[in-house]
């Protein structure tokens, strides 16, 4: 069963901040999160480890919440090039490297 | 330049054709996978691999076959058994396989098939 992610689609302007959930009904390992520009093949973010840990970089961070099974990332300032779709993936303890991926949530930053 | 390639990029076939989608890799990574992606959706898992001539089916593997001879190599067969295959094909590395290790992706293969 797929992560859900939330919202589906959002546009922002330039300079805003925007937040993206990812929800598991399965107790989870890892998440991960990519991003896809249209067209072209997702490029990694981060991974987050069960421990409940925070990553960043540079503006973009996120954190995994192993109790609830969440993740959420978060884009602070947002430039034009953080436009695509954010899909997360999952790794679950029953799988080990089964990387399970979310629906995507679509991003526009417009100027 | 160290990466994974896929070819072609777009590639049209005739309905009942089996086809084979390539991917190479030379960034000596153990772990390989093939994803399927459909518009407007996230990418679904079809085989993996971890090491040479051992693989294991993904969620959807049903209408594909793969093999394993070499570590640089994980083609994708589209059999004429798979209902929907036109899609948006992805093949992507780790250095291993397991819930800590990033995964590289290739352009992707665009499949037509009418």
């Known amino acids: 069963q797929q992560p859900v992610q939330s919202p589906q689609a959002v546009i922002l302007r330039e300079g805003e901040d925007a937040v993206i959930n990812c929800s598991s009904s399965?107790?989870?390992?890892?998440v991960h999160w990519y991003r896809q520009k249209h067209g072209e093949a997702p490029v990694f973010l981060m991974i987050?480890?069960?421990?409940?840990e925070q990553k960043g970089h540079e503006k973009i961070s996120a954190s995994f919440n192993e109790k609830k099974q969440q993740s959420s990332l978060y884009l602070t300032a947002s430039q034009l090039s953080y436009s695509g779709t954010y899909f997360c993936?999952?790794?679950?303890?029953?799988?080990?490297?089964?990387?399970?991926f979310g629906t995507g949530t679509r991003l526009q930053v417009t100027l | 330049d160290g990466g994974i390639t896929q070819s072609p990029k777009y590639l049209f076939r005739k309905e009942g054709q089996n086809v084979t989608l390539s991917c190479e890799q030379n960034?000596?990574?153990?772990?390989m996978y093939w994803y399927r992606q459909d518009p407007g959706q996230g990418l679904r898992l079809i085989y993996y691999?971890?090491?040479?001539?051992?693989?294991q089916k993904g969620d959807i593997a049903e209408g594909y076959s793969v093999s394993r001879e070499k570590k640089e190599s994980f083609p994708l067969t589209v059999t004429s058994a798979q209902k929907n295959p036109t899609a948006f094909y992805l093949c992507?590395?780790?250095?291993?396989?397991?819930?800590?290790?990033?995964?590289?992706f290739g352009p992707g293969t665009r499949l037509t098939v009418t």
């Open positions: 691999s971890q090491i040479v001539n051992d693989f």
């Open positions: 399965k107790a989870l390992y890892s």
């Open positions: 993936g999952t790794i679950d303890t029953g799988t080990a490297s089964k990387l399970t």
């Open positions: 992507a590395s780790s250095i291993r396989g397991g819930p800590t290790y990033e995964q590289y």
């Open positions: 987050l480890l069960k421990g409940g």
């Open positions: 960034l000596n990574h153990d772990a």
